[in-house]
């Protein structure tokens, strides 16, 4: 059964911090992501990578950056942490075959102060 | 602009009867459509998928209906349980097109299963 792990389920940060968010996926999948969910917007896209050091920008990429040092592991990192960023992150991964669901995290929960 | 629509944020239905989740895309270049199911606090999880070279597809409980002339698919859920009560993500993704793999996700519909 896939796994995808994120370090943390609750996260409370302050304002002009660097936060970073660990996620780790155990099923050798190629392609890993990161989203946000907020009320009423659903989950949209901040990151995504198809490889190690690969990475493309998402819908909403602004404030963010991703490292993928690691196949397993990708990192979101938020540069200097704004209260908007107060939200639900969600990783996902996904083998290179594209007939194939993404497969989530539990979340993390941030808060910014 | 969203690509991929939901638009009744809820639903309330009945234990026992049928739940109907709808969902609209505009991008007719979409060929591969997925429903997740989100409790709160925990990341969603795969229900099912279906390619736009079926109209239907079904496991267990839950079948999902394509209609590609109206860019429109729905998610049945039959008999719908308490344990049913969640938000409803569809999603879809052009495959012909992956360079990128991306899925693009709807807003969500939360489901309310009435005692």
């Known amino acids: 059964d896939v796994k995808v792990t994120q370090s943390s389920r609750y996260l409370v940060k302050r304002t002009g911090e660097k936060v970073f968010l660990e996620c780790v996926q155990d099923m050798d999948h190629e392609n890993m992501f990161w989203y946000r969910q907020d009320p009423g917007l659903g989950l949209r896209l901040i990151y995504f990578s198809y490889d190690v050091k690969m990475k493309e920008k998402g819908d909403i990429p602004e404030g963010y950056s991703v490292s993928r040092e690691k196949k397993e592991r990708f990192s979101l990192i938020l540069e200097s942490a704004s209260t908007n960023q107060t939200s639900m992150y969600l990783c996902?991964?996904?083998?290179?075959?594209?007939?194939?669901?993404?497969?989530f995290g539990d979340g993390t929960r941030l808060s910014i102060l | 602009d969203q690509q991929v629509k939901q638009n009744s944020p809820s639903l309330s239905v009945q234990e026992g009867r049928i739940s109907i989740l709808n969902c609209d895309y505009t991008?007719?270049?979409?060929?591969?459509f997925l429903w997740y199911k989100k409790y709160p606090a925990e990341g969603p999880t795969f229900l099912i998928s279906i390619s736009s070279i079926k109209d239907k597809n079904e496991d267990g409980r839950f079948t999902v209906f394509l209609n590609k002339s109206a860019k429109h698919l729905s998610l049945h859920i039959v008999p719908s349980q308490p344990g049913d009560s969640a938000v409803y993500f569809c999603a879809a993704s052009a495959r012909f097109m992956n360079r990128d793999d991306k899925i693009i996700f709807g807003k969500g519909t939360r489901l309310h299963i009435l005692p």
């Open positions: 996902a991964s996904r083998p290179r075959d594209s007939n194939q669901p993404q497969h």
């Open positions: 991008n007719s270049m979409f060929d591969y």
